[in-house]
């Protein structure tokens, strides 16, 4: 077994991950405690140049951390008004110092929160930019395995590999498969109207 906990169940193996921004309510984030597997801190920016965007997370890092609970950072390409941007995924992917010092940025700050590991959340990356986001991935996961940290991704919802849109066509399934620790598909995604 791999450092981390993957709990077994009658079913195979069930893996519970609960993301939840760091102002989530004291007593919800106790009471998922019992059943998560992990704990995902939603959510650090980033900036084109690889910079970091703080994230205000220490209270719920103290619950999780307390229950047993590994948490891990969630990296996200939103803007400042919280959504999701193809154009600041664009701009780290196509330039290696940033995804360099973005990778940096990402090690120092799992080391200094004691963080389990990152979770790449990344929505609408450009049909173009997808090997350079696969690429990213696996470029962390170098890094990070040998220091003892996981590498997950949230991956859109696909009926097949060449689905058209936005938040598909970025995602290669068998590319970031193939370089991440775990992947979870956003099947709430199909939930909106």
């Not at 330039?95 to 963080?115: D, F, S, V």
């Amino acid at each position: 077994m791999p450092w981390y906990d993957i709990r077994a169940s009658q079913y195979g193996t069930i893996i519970v991950i609960g993301y939840a921004y760091p102002f989530i309510d004291q007593g919800v984030l106790e009471s998922w405690m019992p059943d998560l597997t992990y704990y995902y801190s939603f959510s650090y920016g980033f900036t084109p140049q690889g910079e970091l965007i703080p994230l205000n997370d220490e209270r719920a890092l103290q619950t999780v951390k307390a229950h047993g609970v590994p948490p891990l950072m969630v990296l996200t390409p939103m803007d400042a008004e919280g959504r999701f941007s193809s154009e600041l995924a664009s701009q780290l992917l196509n330039n290696p110092a940033a995804r360099e010092r973005l990778i940096n940025n990402i090690m120092a700050e799992m080391e200094r929160k004691g963080y389990h590991g990152v979770d790449f959340d990344f929505e609408y990356v450009n049909r173009p930019d997808r090997d350079l986001y696969t690429g990213l991935i696996a470029e962390t996961a170098a890094r990070a395995r040998p220091a003892g940290f996981l590498v997950t991704a949230a991956l859109a919802p696909k009926t097949s590999t060449d689905q058209p849109g936005l938040l598909y066509e970025g995602h290669d399934y068998a590319g970031i498969g193939a370089v991440a620790d775990l992947v979870m598909l956003m099947t709430y995604e199909w939930g909106y109207t």
